[in-house]
């Protein structure tokens, strides 16, 4: 089993639609949690950290199931910026952080 | 400040020929980390470094050795190139606060090895 998994997609979906990603992870002993976005032949740059209680910035949402080893990602009124590949990241104590192979998401008009 | 800079951008070899690929950064970061980005893979860590002085093997470090030379600069060399070392190479810093951490890349070298 992979570390981490993501469903690869594409999700296409017109601009203002909802879209939730979903990730699960192996390792029982994961500590912090993240989702990083990287656009078309660009560098992944951090989207933000998961928190047990749920975080939120702005149309973002981010969610950590530590029972079942599962983040999600909600993206609310889609937008065509939002469009690139979102990666699901986790991290133990000591160690590198282990990267998804993403999501791609694609917002057409 | 530049963040994480890489250099070259873009390179192409023949196979056997040898190259460093260089990556320095002005966040005063302790950690620092090699990793390749290939289609359907997703980013493999090569090599990391902890700080100055210390270097560890990550999930794919076969052909690959790496130099901290300081603080500001981890490099990574590849002595006899070969076409399976095609990919996208990105340096990366890391640096961890009471609410969190965040991991910085740099714009990443595009390398064909014909």
């Known amino acids: 089993r992979k570390e981490v998994e993501q469903d690869p997609g594409p999700f296409n979906v017109p601009e203002g639609a909802t879209v939730a990603f979903n990730c699960t992870y192996s390792?029982?002993?994961?500590?912090?949690f993240f989702w990083y976005r990287q656009d078309c032949r660009k560098e992944p740059k951090l989207l933000m950290s998961v928190y047990s209680s749920g975080n939120e910035d702005g149309r973002f949402t981010a969610q950590l199931n530590r029972a079942s080893q599962y983040i999600s990602l909600l993206i609310r009124d889609s937008k065509l910026s939002d469009s690139a590949t979102y990666l699901c990241?986790?991290?133990?104590?000591?160690?590198?952080?282990?990267f998804g192979k993403g999501t791609t998401l694609s917002v057409s008009s | 400040n530049a963040g994480v800079t890489q250099t070259p951008k873009f390179q192409v070899l023949k196979t056997g020929q040898s190259m460093t690929l260089q990556c320095a950064q002005d966040m005063n970061h302790n950690s620092m980390y090699w990793y390749r980005q290939d289609p359907g893979m997703g980013l493999r860590l090569i090599y990391y470094?902890?700080?100055?002085?210390?270097?560890d093997k990550g999930e794919v470090p076969n052909g690959y050795n790496v130099s901290r030379l300081n603080k500001r600069e981890f490099s990574l060399r590849l002595e006899s190139a070969a076409p399976s070392q095609t990919s996208v190479y990105f340096c990366?810093?890391?640096?961890?606060?009471?609410?969190?951490?965040?991991?910085?890349f740099g714009p990443g070298t595009r390398l064909l090895v014909l």
């Open positions: 990366a810093t890391r640096h961890g606060t009471r609410s969190g951490e965040t991991q910085y």
């Open positions: 470094s902890a700080s100055e002085g210390t270097t």
């Open positions: 390792n029982s002993a994961s500590q912090s």
């Open positions: 990241v986790v991290n133990q104590a000591g160690t590198a952080l282990i």
